[in-house]
């Protein structure tokens, strides 16, 4: 089955470290894959996205995320961690259709 | 910058009754969507909505879903009798148009979501 997998549901970084968040996507043909972030009461907010122009995005506020498909993964980083980056993480991909596939989430904490 | 809107921001409801979520997606974006939140699970996709009517709904969108759009703006979602494993975070999404196998591979837009909570 086509599935988004998100390992870590928990990520704590200090600040100024490198952020590193997985993403794994199972599927015989590589989807479009995005990454959403969520802010305390808001909405999903599209940080980047996967469209096979290139393998290494750039997306918003610092962060990329490079598409391997070889590892079937879209891990998003950021070289340093800031106060603002704590917020829930999503990975998304469309299989095929219109429907975004979510993961779990990951919720960044970033250590002062 | 456009935005979609979602009310209410909360809703409370009795067990049994019918709600109405409401969006108001981005002006010119053709694709809607709705997709939910139980507390503690991912986010799931339950319809999606192209040219008044819908494209693909998931397992989840039984008889007691309902989406329309009443005018050139507005984007609800009916729960027709709401049950307690109803309770979640709803969120109200929207893509423009563009190339390719419709709504394929585009950028949706979500709303803040509207928390529903059947007592």
Redesign the interface.
Known sequence: AQSVTQLGSHVSVSEGALVLLRCNYSSSVPP?L?W?VQYP??????LL?Y?SAATLVKGINGFEAEFKKSETSFHLTKPSAHMSDAAEY?C?A?F??????????TRLTIIP | EPEVTQTPSHQVTQMGQEVILRCVPISNHLYFYWYRQILGQKVEFLVSFYNNEISEKSEIFDDQFSVERPDGSNFTLKIRSTKLEDSAMYFCASSEPGPGLAGLGHIQYFGAGTRLSVL
Do not use: D, P, R
């Open positions: 479009y995005f959403y009461n808001q909405g999903l907010q599209l996205k469209t999503f998304a469309n095929g259709n219109e429907k975004l596939t979510f993961g779990t989430g």
